[in-house]
């Protein structure tokens, strides 16, 4: 019998499971499938077409909570590091496992995204602006800055369709399910801007985030969290590459590097 912790867990996932399947019972599995796929298109591409905008402008000033400027900073602190710990471990193969306990893992993608999305939300929303500037750009450095930010738009897009099939919401398997079909095969992709760098979006988030022509305390902030955060990211990502890829990846990371591109650029492999 179990005591103590151990029973409370296992009657938690009990408890869980008996709510999700109450849930599948009152939504039939293609009400589902089709709701997951509305809220996640909506949660994922709002979110990140806000977090766009706030990259370009700054602030968005949607909510004043009264703050000091070191609670602000405070604050904002706190809701990157809620966000990074969410997509951090949210993306690793133990939680994932343990979520299968509890929900299809064809929704896991999904959920991931909706959980993302509502978090990257309140980070674009509740972010508080500390009005100290430190650096201000003017004249020809202020439209370099501007140009730095679409050049990083324009090599997101290239990296994209690079990727050939990308799932970015986490929606192939949903999909795949309605229409009784296998989902897509997964291959590592060497061509295009990953012939230069192993993580081409990670590069090109980063100049998004310095490319700020106005800096301010809490931009500082920002930009130093997410940026480590990117790079630690980077790190932990490849371990889950090596194991979908394995040598192929290996080799991989001996010929490219990570962030910091080298030229001219290796010859590409073949997937």
Request: hydrophobic share 50%; glycine share 8%; aromatic share 16%.
């Amino acid at each position: 019998m179990l005591r103590g912790p151990f029973a409370s867990r296992s009657n938690m996932v009990k408890r869980s499971k008996n709510i999700l399947s109450t849930f599948f019972f009152l939504f039939p599995g293609i009400a589902v499938i089709y709701l997951f796929i509305l809220l996640t298109g909506l949660l994922g591409g709002g979110s990140l077409f806000l977090f766009a905008l706030f990259l370009y402008w700054g602030p968005l000033g949607l909510a004043h909570l009264g703050l000091s400027p070191a609670g602000s900073l405070c604050f904002d602190a706190g809701l990157s590091l809620i966000f990074f710990v969410q997509h951090s471990v949210m993306l690793r193969t133990p939680f994932r496992q343990k979520l299968g306990l509890l929900l299809p893992e064809k929704y896991h993608g999904a959920l991931f995204t909706l959980t993302s999305g509502m978090l990257l939300l309140a980070v674009v929303i509740l972010w508080q602006g500390v009005d100290y500037q430190l650096v201000t750009l003017t004249g020809g450095l202020r439209w370099l800055a501007r140009l730095i930010f679409f050049l990083a738009a324009a090599g997101f897009f290239w990296g994209v369709l690079a990727l050939g099939f990308h799932d970015p919401f986490g929606l192939a398997p949903l999909v795949a399910d309605r229409r009784s079909q296998p989902e897509p095969p997964q291959d590592l992709v060497v061509s295009g801007p990953y012939r230069w760098v192993r993580h081409p979006l990670y590069l090109c988030t980063i100049l998004f985030i310095w490319s700020s022509p106005d800096l301010s305390a809490d931009r500082l902030l920002f930009n130093i969290l997410w940026t480590v955060w990117i790079m630690i990211g980077a790190r932990l990502e490849e371990q889950d590459l090596i194991d979908a890829f394995g040598q192929a990846y290996l080799d991989y990371q001996q010929q490219v590097p990570r962030l910091l591109p080298f030229f001219p650029p290796p010859a590409p492999k073949p997937n």
